[in-house]
């Protein structure tokens, strides 16, 4: 447990609050910029320079932008090509930069309209987020545990949890050389501000999605 949870000896707490600040900001400046009608592609395209105009050109995974249909993917699937954002439809924003050395990491989900079960999908993704994290504060559940509590508070509101969004350590750069495993494989309680909880939900019939992940702090 200790070498999972280890950070530099020098490891700056201010640093990593400040990059977890930017990265949010950097979530709410792309969506600003996405507007229906757009291609994926070109949404990523904006993920991309937004970051880099904020002082960034590395990140430990590039920037996600997914549209209507491919967010019901992971990061490590292949997205639906030419998908296009529609009047009434969602999206979601993944991005993990590297601010001054230490890891950001933050997912959001956004409606274009007012299609009922897309605006309800996009609030209950962080109702989950947010059910979990309590859980984690109150019961001091293990990583594991957490996962088979969100994917039950999932079904009772009415949706799918993709576990294969489950969760990892974040750090100084890079994370990976003190841990690479995922938050839902470990056997203890996680300490605060190490991890990153991550939660998609998708329709059980319909082919949409949401995301949304932020360090359990």
């Known amino acids: 447990m200790n070498e999972i ?55 430990w995974h590039k920037p996600y932008v997914h549209f209507g249909c491919n967010t019901v993917k992971t990061l490590f699937d292949t997205p639906e090509p030419n998908v296009r954002l529609e009047e009434d439809d969602i999206y979601f924003i993944d991005i993990a930069p590297v601010w001054q ?15 009922a079960e897309m605006l309800r999908c996009s609030t209950d993704v962080r109702r989950v987020f947010e059910q979990v994290a309590e859980k984690w504060k109150v019961d001091e559940l293990t990583g594991n545990e957490l ?29 990976t050389a003190y841990h690479s495993g995922k938050l839902a494989e470990t056997s203890f309680c996680p ?27």
């Open 5 to 59: 949870e280890k950070r530099k000896n020098d490891f700056s707490n201010e640093a990593f609050f400040t990059a977890r600040t930017k990265t949010w900001e950097a979530i709410q400046k792309i969506s600003e910029q996405i507007s229906v009608g757009m291609l994926e592609q070109e949404a990523n395209e904006i993920a991309k320079s937004t970051l880099h105009e904020m002082g960034t050109r590395q990140g």
């Open 101 to 115: 050395g230490y890891e950001g990491d933050a997912g959001n989900t956004f409606v274009t309209g007012t299609d």
């Open 147 to 175: 996962y088979q509590f969100a994917e039950q508070t999932a079904q009772e509101l009415g949706w799918l949890l993709n576990l294969s969004m489950n969760g990892h350590r974040l750090a100084d750069f890079p994370h």
């Open 191 to 217: 300490s605060p501000n190490l991890w990153v909880l991550e939660i998609q939900i998708k329709h059980p019939q319909k082919p949409f999605g949401a995301f949304f992940e932020d360090l359990l702090a």
